[in-house]
T-cell receptor, first 114, second 113 residues
């Protein structure tokens, strides 16, 4: 399967714990985007990364949330000290290296906070 | 005003009918328009990707863009039960590279056999 791979598919955390969501882009893609989908709402942009660089983090909450896309390995979205309001589906998308390529999505990680 | 407005539905039509899904947007800088289909518990799947005003056809699907009215549509001909899903419009504007997508809230479509 050469698609965008996200894991875990489901993640349960207690309030105050840390959540780490992983995303491996499609083969040949070097642009990664994270989106959050709350119940009955559309997808909201969080952050756009290229290898070792954050390009646009205008949608990231100012506290507790961080993202990285290291030279080797998957992109990681990290949420520290989770709260109930962090419960959502988090989707990763990737696109190719040339300009204006469409984004292809993974099947998401569903985060539940107890 | 939201940047992208989309009727959330739900929309139910009989099998074989023509379906029309629509979005409006407010920022004339947007230049790239996409339609995604999302099945329950799955990620969005790219259906159509257009740049210019006019129509683009792919099988039973036709995407239509009217930049003067800031209005985009997706038509589904000969609708099938397997078309039952949530349809999301997405747009972005840059001439300068890749950037974030702005999504509508999605329209939930059910095709009745």
């Amino acid at each position: 399967n050469a698609g965008v791979m996200q894991n875990p598919r489901h993640l349960v955390r207690r309030r105050g714990q840390e959540a780490r969501l992983r995303c491996s882009p499609m083969k040949g893609h070097s642009h990664v985007y994270w989106y959050r989908q709350l119940p009955e709402e559309g997808l909201k942009f969080m952050v756009y990364l290229q290898k070792e660089n954050i390009i646009d983090e205008s949608g990231m909450p100012k506290e507790r949330f961080s993202a990285e896309f290291p030279k080797e390995g998957p992109s990681i979205l990290r949420i520290q000290q989770v709260v109930r309001g962090d419960s959502a589906a988090y989707f990763c998308a990737s696109s190719g290296t040339t300009d204006n390529q469409p984004q292809h999505f993974g099947d998401g990680t569903r985060l539940s906070i107890l | 005003q939201k940047e992208v407005e989309q009727d959330p539905g739900p929309l139910s039509v009989p099998e074989g009918a023509i379906v029309s899904l629509n979005c409006t947007y407010s920022n004339s800088a947007f230049q790239y328009f996409m339609w995604y289909r999302q099945y329950s518990r799955k990620g969005p799947e790219l259906l159509m990707y257009t740049y210019s005003s006019g129509n683009k056809e792919d099988g039973r699907f036709t995407a239509q863009v009217d930049k003067s009215s800031k209005y985009i549509s997706l038509f589904i001909r000969d609708s099938q039960p397997s078309d039952s899903a949530t349809y999301l419009c997405a747009i972005y504007g840059s001439n300068f590279g890749n950037e974030k997508l702005t999504f509508g809230t999605g329209t939930r479509l059910t095709i009745i056999p």
